[in-house]
Every structure is written in structure tokens, then in C-alpha cells.
């Protein structure tokens, strides 16, 4: 697959709501700008979204959930060998108070 200008090559991004409207849409720009980019949702929209390019792997987490989160990005690191961009645009549907 050819990109755009490049920019973004042997980058790797992690777009969380990526299955939303603007994750989704950086998740797809990032790509296009060479990035590998980790398109982290929640279980069912990860798995019902098809994203058009090779370089975006769907990977599940649930924001609402600190054990979640990091498992989400342990994994993440493993697959792509670190992090160099993140994008937070997961929306939660209600606020989130973490046990002390
Ligand atoms: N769309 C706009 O014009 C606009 C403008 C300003 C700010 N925002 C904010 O930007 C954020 C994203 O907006 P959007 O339009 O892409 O929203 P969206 O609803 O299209 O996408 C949000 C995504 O977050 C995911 N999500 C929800 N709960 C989650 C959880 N617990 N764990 C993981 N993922 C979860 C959803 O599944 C969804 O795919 C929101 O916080 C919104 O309030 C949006």
C-alpha cells in the first residue's frame, strides 16, 4: 500500500475510540500516513468495524476499566514494539472513579 507524503512511517500509533467517528478517522489518516496504528475500542465495536487499511490492527479495551487498560497497552507495545503517538478520543458514557 502507498501513503500519502509519509510522514508517519515507521510510526506507531495507539487511537483509542477508534471505532468512533474521530478515533476512526485518525486511525484511517494516520494510516495513510504511514503509521502502524493500534485501534483500540471497546470488544464489540473493535470487532464489528473493517477498517480500509492493513496497517491498523483492532485491538479491545474497555477505558473504564484500569486492569483493562493495561493489558490493552501491554499488548499493544508487545505487537508494535512501543508507542510513539497516542490519541485519546474514547468518549465514556458516564464518569469513572478509580479505587483507591
Ligand atoms: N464529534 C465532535 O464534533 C466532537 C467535538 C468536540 C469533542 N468531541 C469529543 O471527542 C470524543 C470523541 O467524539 P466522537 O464524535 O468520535 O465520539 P463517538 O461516540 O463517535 O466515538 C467514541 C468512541 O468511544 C468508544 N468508547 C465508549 N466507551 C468506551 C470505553 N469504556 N472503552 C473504550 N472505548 C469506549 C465508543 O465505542 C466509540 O467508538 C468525545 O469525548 C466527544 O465528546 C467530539
Redesign the pocket.
Known amino acids: 500500500m502507498t501513503t500519502r507524503s509519509g510522514r508517519l512511517v515507521d510510526k506507531v500509533a495507539i487511537i483509542?475510540?477508534?471505532?468512533?467517528?474521530?478515533?476512526g478517522a485518525i486511525a484511517e489518516a494516520f494510516a495513510d500516513e504511514g503509521a502502524r496504528v493500534i485501534a483500540?475500542?471497546?470488544a464489540r465495536?473493535v470487532a464489528t468495524t473493517r477498517w480500509r487499511s492493513d496497517r491498523i490492527t483492532p485491538l479491545s479495551?474497555?477505558?473504564?476499566d484500569r486492569a483493562s487498560i493495561a493489558g490493552a497497552f501491554t499488548e499493544a507495545v508487545k505487537r508494535l514494539g512501543g508507542i510513539d503517538v497516542l490519541v485519546t478520543?474514547?468518549?465514556?458514557?458516564a464518569p469513572v472513579t478509580w479505587p483507591t
Not at 479495551?61 to 473504564?64: E, N, P, R, T, Y
Open positions: 483509542t475510540g477508534a471505532a468512533g467517528g474521530i478515533g483500540m475500542d471497546l465495536p479495551i474497555d477505558l473504564a478520543a474514547g468518549a465514556l458514557k
